[in-house]
């Protein structure tokens, strides 16, 4: 079922649609917000992954840090955070990381400072496939 916003290039939001393959590794991420679930996890991610019913393309984007595609598989951006966080960067390398095409922690900062993505040509997937 198609729905108003799949038309919006960039956005892959959590919906009734994804959420169901997102739970799992949802339940990661939100593991993190436990002192023992990150001293696990920075012992050894793998070990700590396969503790979760994570799907193997689900374990190497969390594994290889690959955020936009944690997003195409479920996770909820904010959820996501922990993941940033764990790593102690800040959350505009993962902002950077989502956009497309990716950008540096600086190159992001600067179109933000520059006031952010145009309008022009973002409106809709139509306009990024004919840009």
Not at 70 to 79: F, H, W
């Amino acid at each position: 079922m198609e729905r108003e916003y799949d038309n919006i290039p960039g956005t892959y939001p959590l919906d009734s649609r994804t959420y169901r393959k997102g739970y799992h590794v949802n339940m990661f991420l939100m593991s993190l917000n436990k002192a023992e679930c990150r001293d696990q996890f920075a012992q050894d991610e793998r070990a700590y992954l396969d503790t979760f019913k994570m799907k193997e393309d689900q374990k190497l984007a969390v594994i290889e840090r690959r955020y936009l595609d944690l997003l195409k598989l479920g996770a909820n951006v904010y959820y996501a955070f922990k993941l940033v966080s764990f790593d102690r960067q800040p959350p505009q390398v993962m902002y950077g990381q989502m956009a497309e095409p990716r950008l540096t922690f600086d190159e992001f900062q600067q179109m933000m400072l520059g006031g952010g993505r145009p309008i022009n040509g973002n409106r809709s997937v139509e306009e990024w496939n004919n840009g």
